[in-house]
């Protein structure tokens, strides 16, 4: 009996010790906090999930982080890219899903590596499962960087730049993405006889601001401003036809949006018409 109540009072203690050592625990913040970006870019997007260490007063490259040594390009576990449709980096095309990212600085040249295994760590990398891996030039920086930063710049329709700073170096490559045939793909299949004006303009717009078969997208926009006329949709048709040397028409259909314009009381479209009027009379 006394040898059972020393073993419940002993089983008491060690819960109350647990319970005791677990509340005592401090929550700080981490030294290298963790990190997600995602951009949208051509029809998908593009999440990259890394650790941000500092400098803190520290040399990086060359010295924490030594050149021609594989680094797992951040703090912590490596840094992941996941991509939601197949891309192009350097030239190779990457089907969509997750990739870990490692590089071999160096002082004239960076290697940049997507690998196949999106948890690999610098201890389980193997070369073979390589997707890509290429080299770039890195660049030097007007002022620091204090915390490791992976950025997006230079957006396109198709495709985006991204950069790695830390400290006074920048590497940067292009991530690229196919658009131009998915997107012609889906005006074909949303094309037909139905009366669809807004389809019709979106579809207008695209072929102007990407500076495709304008022939087209002037058919197109005739039959939109026609079954639904808008200042936007008129001021479009406007647009293209000035693209087309079709300066008086352009003159006069411009003339038509801003009197639309003007009776919405939206200015901003009364300003963009006097603008192509006046670019449409100096083609005349």
Do not use: C
Not at 184 to 193: F, G, S, V
């Amino acid at each position: 009996m006394k040898t059972s109540m020393k073993h419940f009072v002993w089983v008491l203690m060690t819960f109350a010790i647990a319970a005791s050592a677990k509340a005592q625990q401090l929550n700080t913040p981490q030294p290298s906090p963790a990190a997600r970006i995602t951009q949208a870019v051509g029809l998908g997007e593009i999440t990259v999930s890394y650790s941000r260490p500092s400098m803190k007063g520290r040399v990086i490259f060359g010295d924490l982080v030594p050149y021609g040594a594989l680094w797992r390009t951040g703090a912590n576990a490596a840094t992941k890219f996941t991509f939601t449709d197949e891309v192009t980096i350097a030239g190779k095309n990457l089907p969509k899903g997750d990739y870990s990212l490692f590089t071999i600085p160096g002082q004239n040249n960076w290697v940049i590596i997507f690998n196949k295994n999106p948890n690999a760590s610098t201890l389980s990398y193997k070369q073979e499962e390589d997707a890509v891996r290429f080299e770039v030039k890195p660049e030097t920086l007007p002022t620091p960087v204090e915390t490791f930063t992976i950025n997006f710049a230079d957006l396109k329709p198709n495709s985006a730049l991204v950069e790695l700073m830390w400290e006074k170096t920048a590497v940067r490559f292009r991530i690229e993405t196919e658009v131009d045939k998915k997107v012609m793909a889906q005006i074909e299949r949303a094309l037909d006889p139905k009366k669809d004006a807004g389809l019709y303009y979106q579809i207008a717009s695209y072929l102007y601001d990407n500076d495709k078969d304008m022939v087209r997208a002037y058919d197109l926009i005739t039959k939109s401003v026609e079954w639904q006329p808008q200042y936007w949709t008129v001021h479009l048709k406007a647009k293209i036809e000035y693209k087309l040397g079709k300066f008086k028409e352009a003159i006069a259909t411009a003339e038509r949006s801003m009197a639309m314009a003007k009776e919405a009381n939206n200015n901003d479209y009364v300003r963009l018409n006097e603008k192509l009027i006046a670019e449409a009379k100096k083609g005349k």
